[in-house]
């Protein structure tokens, strides 16, 4: 996997809170497991052409909003917009079509597969024919396959990994995986893209590598919204972030003010890591 990039560098924001326009719209976000207030009324935007942050402790509620926005859960409260119309009823391929594409915590890759075969699959739904048409390699939708495979390169060329395209996907490292599965969802052409603890399992080389990839992403003009435990990358890479703590949202702002922040101190990091926040 060759380097995306010579440096990662944040570049300065292409917009503003006056002029900005959401693209992503959360409002009094709720959902429920039995007795547990899993998100509270949470409420924040996402600007068409940022990478926000999700971040807070284990169990504040990060990956349960991050299912209610994919449509993998049904919230119990709340709006969802996405392009100015809602989105908090469909299912998960109904929002995959408008336009948002997600990757997990834990990779999911086709085993029997190669790396170029996994990331077709991320195109198969954009196409006329279908999954099974192409599966079965049916005479009349080999033209679209010739398509979807120029296109899957494409999307592997563009973040570095062309090189692997012929490669039993599975039996790549974890970060190229990582990387894999990041054009996969490339390859349904989003204008949002979720990322669940993209850096998970990484080492600090792949984790420097899924970072440049996502700015290299979000430089095309792909909007991003990320959950990451590790600060360092977060810091490095989110224009704006989001604080949740038990199911509610605790602060929101840029990387420097969510350094500074005592309360975010307090309830992610406790009060003895405050000179190490501050240096991260």
């Known amino acids: 996997m060759k380097d995306v990039?010579?440096?990662l560098v944040r570049p300065p924001p292409r917009h503003n809170t006056k002029?900005?326009?959401?693209?992503?719209?959360?409002?009094?976000?709720?959902?429920?497991?039995?007795?547990?207030?899993?998100?509270?009324?949470?409420?924040?935007?996402?600007?068409?052409?940022e990478i926000k942050a999700l971040i807070g402790p284990n169990g504040a509620g990060k990956t349960t909003v991050f299912n209610l926005v994919a449509g993998n859960l049904e919230p119990h409260g709340g709006t969802i917009d996405f392009s100015g119309a809602p989105i908090q009823k469909l299912k998960?391929?109904?929002?995959?079509?408008?336009?948002?594409?997600?990757?997990?915590?834990?990779?999911?890759?086709?085993?029997?597969?190669?790396?170029?075969?996994?990331?077709m699959v991320?195109?198969?739904?954009?196409?006329?024919?279908?999954?099974?048409?192409?599966?079965?390699?049916?005479?009349?939708?080999?033209?679209?396959?010739?398509d979807i495979r120029e296109q899957a390169l494409a999307h592997m060329d563009f973040l570095g990994?062309?090189?692997?395209?012929?490669?039993?996907?599975?039996?790549?490292?974890?970060?190229?995986?990582?990387?894999?599965?990041?054009a996969r969802a490339l390859a349904s052409d989003p204008k949002l893209l979720l990322l669940d603890e993209p850096a998970a399992g990484l080492n600090i080389y792949e984790t420097k590598q899924i970072a440049a990839q996502i700015v290299h992403i979000r430089n095309q003009g792909?909007?991003?919204?990320?959950?990451?435990?590790?600060?360092?990358?977060?810091?490095?890479?989110a224009d704006s972030?989001?604080?949740?703590?038990?199911?509610?949202?605790?602060?929101?702002?840029?990387?420097?003010?969510?350094?500074a922040n005592r309360e975010v101190i307090r309830v992610y990091l406790g009060e003895d890591d405050d000179a190490t926040y501050q240096k991260s």
């Open 5 to 7: 990039g010579k440096a």
């Open 122 to 146: 991320g195109r198969h739904p954009r196409g006329r024919a279908g999954f099974i048409a192409g599966m079965l390699n049916l005479p009349w939708t080999w033209p679209e396959e010739r």
């Open 161 to 182: 990994i062309a090189d692997l395209a012929d490669q039993p996907a599975t039996s790549l490292a974890f970060g190229q995986q990582r990387a894999v599965e990041f």
């Open 19 to 49: 002029t900005a326009m959401a693209l992503l719209e959360v409002k009094q976000l709720d959902r429920y497991f039995g007795g547990l207030h899993a998100v509270n009324r949470v409420d924040f935007s996402v600007n068409a052409g």
């Open 92 to 119: 998960p391929h109904a929002i995959a079509v408008r336009g948002v594409a997600r990757t997990f915590q834990n990779i999911k890759l086709f085993a029997g597969m190669t790396a170029l075969e996994n990331v």
């Open 241 to 259: 972030i989001v604080v949740l703590n038990e199911g509610a949202k605790i602060a929101e702002g840029s990387p420097k003010a969510i350094q």
């Open 222 to 237: 792909i909007t991003v919204l990320i959950v990451e435990h590790d600060m360092s990358l977060v810091m490095k890479i």
